[in-house]
């Protein structure tokens, strides 16, 4: 079964750093695009950044300059930097990942969410 195990939220104050970590596992073709989804008290989930297998990144506007994706390929494992914290970047962290499945066709993942809370 695919599983999505994240590590790395916790309490930072503004302006500082932090980075997330996501080890997916259980795909037998491995994963292709992987990404960062956050959300914050009543608000909808929204998409932080994604990349490709190849390397490739998308980031929202909000952090764009501030946050950096990046991937291990050998330990299916994603990344998120986050720098020059912002009390509005405190959110629930969720990483994402596609992939292969020859029973069901293409899927997704989900991890369980990590906390980020950047106080003023």
Same mark, same amino acid.
């Given at each position: ?36 989804? &956050? ?5 909808? &989930? ?19 300059? &501030?946050?950096?994706?990046? &991937? ?21 962290? *969720?990483?994402?990942?596609? *992939? ?21």
């Amino acid at each position: 079964q695919v599983q999505l195990v994240e590590s790395g939220g916790g309490l930072v104050q503004a302006g500082g750093s932090l980075t997330l970590s996501c080890a997916a596992s259980g795909s037998m073709f491995g994963f292709n695009v992987m990404g960062w989804y &956050r959300q914050a008290p009543g608000k909808q &989930r929204e998409l932080v950044a994604t990349i490709t297998s190849g390397g490739s990144t998308n980031y929202a506007d909000s952090v764009k300059g &501030r946050f950096a994706i990046s &991937r291990d390929n050998a330990k299916n494992t994603v990344y998120l930097q986050m720098n020059s914290l912002k009390p509005e970047d405190t959110a629930i962290y *969720y990483c994402n990942a596609d *992939y292969f499945d020859p029973s069901m066709g293409y899927d997704e993942g989900w991890g369980q969410g990590t906390l980020v809370t950047v106080s003023s």
